[in-house]
């Protein structure tokens, strides 16, 4: 069974830093593109940064220089490096993985992690 596991969330005071970590373990064929993404209460969750296979990389504007994504494919691990942290930041983040089949008629599958908190203190 294919899992998704976030890690690294927690209480920091605003204008700190705080590292994710993303890792998908279990039989599968490959990962086509990883994300990650948050939910603040009472709003919708939205994209954070997204890193699709072919190495480009996309950001929400609200965190555009101050987060930086990362894989590492051997670990199959994906990072989330947000320093600068506001307030605003404070959510509940996600991670998606999508994989990939060897079948070429199937088409990819997502799964999601079950989320980490991250909580910015003024």
């Known amino acids: 069974q294919v899992q998704v596991v976030e890690s690294g969330g927690g209480l920091v005071q605003a204008g700190g830093s705080l590292r994710l970590s993303c890792t998908a373990s279990?039989?599968?064929?490959?990962?086509?593109?990883m994300a990650w993404y948050r939910q603040a209460p009472g709003k919708q969750r939205e994209l954070v940064a997204s890193?699709?296979?072919?190495?480009?990389?996309d950001y929400a504007d609200s965190v555009k220089g101050r987060f930086t994504i990362s894989r590492d494919n051997a670990k199959k691990t994906m990072y989330l490096q947000m320093n600068s942290l506001k307030t605003e930041d404070t959510a509940v983040y996600y991670c998606?993985?999508?994989?990939?089949?060897?079948?070429?008629?199937?088409?990819?599958?997502?799964?999601w992690g079950q989320g980490t908190q991250v909580t910015v203190s003024s």
């Open positions: 279990g039989r599968f064929f490959s990962i086509n593109s």
């Open positions: 998606k993985v999508r994989f990939g089949t060897a079948i070429v008629e199937q088409d990819p599958y997502d799964v």
């Open positions: 890193t699709p296979s072919d190495g480009s990389i």
